[in-house]
């Protein structure tokens, strides 16, 4: 079992950059290989948008490529979301999440990009 803690979520403009964290209860490097970044906007089906294996390989959906980064630190049992180049369409609930016995999620962190 593990815990899963979002912060970093607030209301920035359109162009602007926000940085989330992940913090895991437990090891995270070495019960899983990949952590994952999803996101649900109002009215929406939730949607995977970012993965990253402990060995540090990342994949991004294709909405997000090329302005968003996952990073995470295994010390410190932390994953990231740098997004830059903000829009209005990624406004939504953002949620980490790991895949053990079954898929675990933290209580998510609100993102609002004003147009």
């Known amino acids: 079992q593990v815990q899963l803690v979002e912060s970093g979520g607030g209301l920035v403009q359109a162009g602007g950059s926000l940085r989330l964290s992940c913090a895991a209860s437990?090891?995270?490097?070495?019960?899983?290989?990949?952590m994952d970044w999803y996101r649900q906007a109002p009215g929406k089906q939730r949607e995977w948008i970012a993965a990253?294996?402990?060995?540090?390989?990342?994949s991004y959906a294709d909405s997000v490529k090329g302005r968003f980064t996952i990073s995470r630190d295994n010390a410190k049992n932390m994953v990231y979301l740098q997004m830059n180049s903000l829009k209005p369409e990624d406004t939504a609930a953002y949620y980490c999440?790991?895949?053990?016995?079954?898929?675990?999620w933290g209580q998510g962190t609100q993102v609002t990009v004003s147009s």
């Open positions: 999440s790991i895949l053990l016995l079954r898929r675990y």
């Open positions: 990253i294996t402990t060995a540090g390989s990342t």
């Open positions: 437990r090891n995270i490097g070495s019960i899983n290989p990949t």
